[in-house]
């Protein structure tokens, strides 16, 4: 099992450019998660999927984030424009369901640098 | 909602007990995870406690749970250097996980 695999590792852009994430979870896990990770903030949920639907995105922070789910091994996150404020580690994670036996598997990240 | 906090910051010994601290809002939640981090990677589940247990021995790992002061504790015996990470307490809130801050464990030899 390779786990969640999140490309690409290291990306640095302009401010103004556009962003693209990449996820790929877990084989067979429904749920997927995208967090953002900062000094100031730690770890902040952004949104989550179910089944390839999203169901909570109270934490994406403006409508220049968007998250897609096209099908069960594959989602973005993608920023538009990008701001210096959005410079962080973003983490993907996927999950069997939400209770204890289900723990989160996270990927290694990918850390973000917009000047 | 929930909101989870952890003090930044903890430095000890090797072979002493480590103590992470952690507190949580939100009574209904049913239960508490601790997470580990290390340097370039993403986060791995060390233990959860369900919310109607106190504590729970895990090897060298003791959780602690105190419902009424909303209060969960992780702590680590023997620490050793490899310990050395960011440790991140986490609460449910339905089908989602809030993570606190994480507390920086440094161990030195």
């Known amino acids: 099992d390779a786990g969640v695999i999140q490309s690409p590792r290291h990306e640095v852009t302009e401010m103004g450019q556009e962003v693209t994430l990449r996820c790929k979870p877990i084989?067979?896990?429904?749920?997927l998660f995208w967090y953002r990770q900062t000094m100031m903030r730690g770890l902040e949920l952004l949104i989550y999927?179910?089944?390839?639907?999203?169901?909570?995105d109270s934490g994406m922070p403006e409508d220049r984030f968007s998250a897609k789910m096209p099908n069960a091994s594959f989602s973005t996150l993608k920023i538009q424009p990008s701001e210096p404020r959005d410079s962080a580690v973003y983490f993907c994670?996927?999950?069997?369901?939400?209770?204890?036996?289900?723990?989160?598997?996270f990927g290694n990240g990918t850390r973000l640098t917009v000047t | 909602g929930e909101d989870v906090e952890q003090s930044l910051f903890l430095s000890v010994r090797e072979g002493d007990s480590s103590v992470i601290n952690c507190t949580y809002t939100?009574?209904?939640?049913?239960?508490l995870y601790w997470y580990k981090q290390e340097p370039g990677a993403g986060l791995q589940l060390l233990t959860y406690?369900?919310?109607?247990?106190d504590m729970k021995q895990d090897q060298r790992l003791t959780v602690l749970l105190n419902k009424k002061d909303k209060h969960l504790s992780l702590r680590i015996a023997d620490t050793q250097t490899g310990d050395s990470a960011i440790y991140f307490c986490?609460?449910?809130?339905?089908?989602?996980?809030?993570f606190g801050q994480g507390t920086e464990l440094s161990v030195k030899p």
């Open positions: 999927f179910n089944n390839n639907v999203p169901i909570d």
């Open positions: 939100d009574s209904s939640s049913t239960y």
């Open positions: 406690i369900f919310s109607n247990m």
């Open positions: 994670a996927s999950s069997t369901g939400t209770g204890p036996n289900s723990p989160l598997h």
């Open positions: 084989s067979g896990h429904d749920y």
């Open positions: 986490a609460a449910n809130q339905g089908g989602k996980l809030i």
